[in-house]
């Protein structure tokens, strides 16, 4: 029941009984609304409904984060039955009609919305995420896609301390995931695809030094040597074993033990050069690294000079 024109408000949209709005629910969080650059992604307190029409315009995925549903809906000629249980994913795929739609119980939802324009952007309209057909998942145990879910409304709810870069790579991650276990023809696995050049490896690592103080996003990484985002992703794991936000991470941690030892620069100053969202996110994302808060580092340095564990080198893998 497309009735009206489809327009997104930042908020996910359902076409209920003919007109766009959001599902019912008391809405607890909503990304867009903390800056997250992926997928639009909200938490909602569900109770009881009846509606006698439902129409998703694009595919949703609805992991129940705790409490329980009972859902009975008709579908054509068909009619369902089941139970979504704390921790349980259930999928709708886009343009999918229901009708005489009845849930009942008290639960907290995580509800994510695959964009197409989004994918599109980040595949490059590669066909094997942007055409996938899915299959309506009811109320199904997936510890891998609960998990990317729960990562990706970590970051938002955290305010988005890692930038555009990781809010684009879960989305992408989550659509690739679900387009590939339960689209109507998922492909085959594929060979994994190769490197980055030398060159072209080598240009992107000068960009992403020169502008570690910028919310770098996949795209912008992606563009520097005219791939497409997902397609960039791969080969830049390959080429240097972590994926770009990992590889930018550790960038900022390997100048900031520099910096922290080259000058007196203020520790909150830092953070702002080196493109953390705030002081605290980089004294725990050094501390993470170090096993030192920025401070501590800076305060050892009089002392014995320390050194950046060797798990960095991870991020400094040749081609």
């Not at 909602?44 to 549903?69: C, D, N, T």
């Not at 094997?128 to 145990?141: D, K, S, V």
């Not at 991470?249 to 080196?274: C, F, V």
């Amino acid at each position: 029941m497309r009735a009206r024109a489809y327009e997104n408000p930042g908020r996910i949209l359902s076409i209920i009984e003919g007109e766009p709005r959001p599902s019912d629910g008391v809405p607890l969080f909503v990304g867009a609304q903390a800056g997250w650059s992926g997928f639009l992604l909200e938490r909602k307190e569900v109770f009881g409904g009846y509606a006698a029409s439902f129409f998703w315009p694009v595919p949703r995925v609805i992991l129940v984060a705790s409490g329980a549903l009972t859902i009975d809906y008709r579908a054509g000629l068909e009619h369902h039955h089941f139970i979504a249980g704390s921790g349980s994913v259930t999928i709708w795929p886009g343009n999918y009609e229901i009708t005489s739609l009845t849930w009942s119980g008290d639960s907290e939802l995580l509800d994510v919305e695959i964009s197409p324009p989004l994918v599109k952007r980040l595949v490059g309209g590669g066909p094997a995420l942007t055409a996938a057909q899915l299959t309506p998942q009811l109320g199904i145990r997936d510890r891998q896609l609960a998990t990317l879910m729960r990562a990706m409304e970590a970051e938002a709810r955290a305010g988005c301390p890692a930038g555009p870069l990781y809010g684009e790579s879960l989305s992408l991650a989550l659509a690739a995931y679900v387009a590939g276990r339960y689209s109507v023809d998922a492909p085959r696995a594929r060979p994994q695809p190769g490197r980055l050049s030398a060159q072209q490896l080598a240009v992107v690592q000068e960009y992403i030094r020169t502008n570690l103080g910028s919310r770098l996003s996949l795209s912008e990484l992606a563009g520097v040597v005219q791939l497409s985002p997902h397609h960039f992703s791969l080969l830049f794991r390959n080429s240097v074993g972590a994926a770009p936000h990992q590889y930018v991470l550790g960038e900022r941690i390997r100048a900031a033990g520099k910096l922290l030892a080259g000058s007196r620069t203020a520790i909150a100053r830092l953070a702002q050069m080196l493109g953390f969202a705030s002081q605290s996110h980089f004294t725990e994302a050094f501390r993470r690294a170090t096993g030192l808060t920025p401070k501590r580092y800076r305060e050892a340095l009089g002392q014995v000079a320390p050194q950046l564990p060797e798990a960095r080198r991870e991020f400094r893998k040749p081609a």
